[in-house]
């Protein structure tokens, strides 16, 4: 053996000291999977058991003559060529295709604007902005509900000191756009905070360095800041897409107002709900759920699929 090999080779710890080592280890991973276990068992209890229970009967038939009986994927074949549930899938799909770009927009511009501000004010106009997402979804759709209320709003009010007839916000030609604005105002500040983070995560070296090449602002914003947020626009587009097409909250709290306009088939999730808890056939809306996860995951894997490249996901 060579003097550098000796002078290299690193002196065996004691077996005591192992042992020691693996005693704090092991304590360690005791201490991990303490503080996992809470989170682990609501985990099991109320995400993962009652979804296989909810598979379970996706897969069944009851009737109150023949009781239960397995059927396989027979209620899926009916799902997917249910005409109602395809009209609510079509629905949605419309809903992501001008909500998505709308939400995007305005969540975009208020934090590209908030991140070109230093002033006190930029952190004012960040909560503001923020305030609608922390307002629960049933207050905030039933406070709309009561601004687009044709009876007693404020919009008729407002629309009347101008000596011009309000219209109905919840008639079938105006309560997509309602409908729009409500989520748009919803979840807008929620984007906005996820870009706006992105955007502090950037070197400002390369700012000052665009500005020395000649740079002014507008360009700055369009060729250096979006481009360098291209992932975070990413999962932005994917979290609206998932929520887009499980689209309940704000039409099923207005059906009340809207009643006509707002079906029970508006929203795939509004026909499982009408389905299950107004015909009592659990079997059948078990099967419409699973059909829109089924949905929802091959629409989200498609659009992750073809904007790989541009959000740098692929090398």
């Known amino acids: 053996m060579t003097e550098s090999a000796v002078a290299t080779r690193r002196p065996r710890e004691p077996r005591a000291t192992r042992r020691r080592g693996d005693i704090v280890s092991l304590r360690r991973a005791r201490w991990g999977w303490a503080f996992t276990a809470p989170f682990a068992v609501f985990l099991l209890l109320f995400l993962l058991i009652p979804l296989v229970y909810a598979f379970v009967m996706s897969l069944q038939n009851t009737t109150l003559a023949g009781g239960t009986s397995w059927v396989g994927l027979a209620n899926y074949a009916k799902a997917f060529t249910d005409p109602l549930f395809l009209d609510g899938v079509w629905r949605v799909m419309l809903f992501a295709i001008v909500m998505i770009p709308a939400q995007m927009i305005v969540a975009l511009v208020a934090a590209l604007l908030i991140d070109a501000l230093t002033t006190r004010f930029a952190k004012i106009s960040r ?6 997402y922390a307002v629960p979804v049933v207050i905030g759709a039933l406070m709309w509900g009561f601004l687009y209320s044709p009876s007693f709003g404020p919009a008729q009010e407002l629309f009347g000191a101008f000596g011009l007839q309000a219209p109905n916000f919840f008639s079938d030609q105006n309560v997509f756009g309602s409908l ?3 989520v748009t105002w919803q979840w807008a500040g929620y984007y906005m905070i996820i870009m706006y983070a992105a955007l502090q995560g950037v070197d400002p070296s390369i700012y000052e360095a665009a500005r020395v090449d000649g740079a002014n602002a507008w360009q700055v914003a ?4 979006i481009p ?3 992932s975070s626009l990413l999962l932005v587009l994917v979290f609206a897409l998932i929520g887009t097409l499980q689209f309940f909250n704000e039409p099923q709290m207005l059906r009340g107002m809207a009643s006509g306009s707002i079906t029970s088939n508006y929203t795939p999730n509004i026909y499982a709900y009408t389905v299950a808890f107004s015909y009592h056939q659990f079997n059948y809306a ?4 699973f059909a829109l996860g089924l949905v929802i995951f091959v629409g989200s894997y498609a659009f992750m699929f073809a904007t790989r490249k541009r959000s740098g996901l692929m090398k």
């Open 222 to 225: 369009l060729r250096i800041k």
């Open 228 to 230: 360098m947020i291209a």
């Open 127 to 132: 909560l503001l902005i923020f305030v609608p």
């Open 180 to 182: 729009v604005n409500i």
């Open 286 to 289: 078990s099967a419409i759920a």
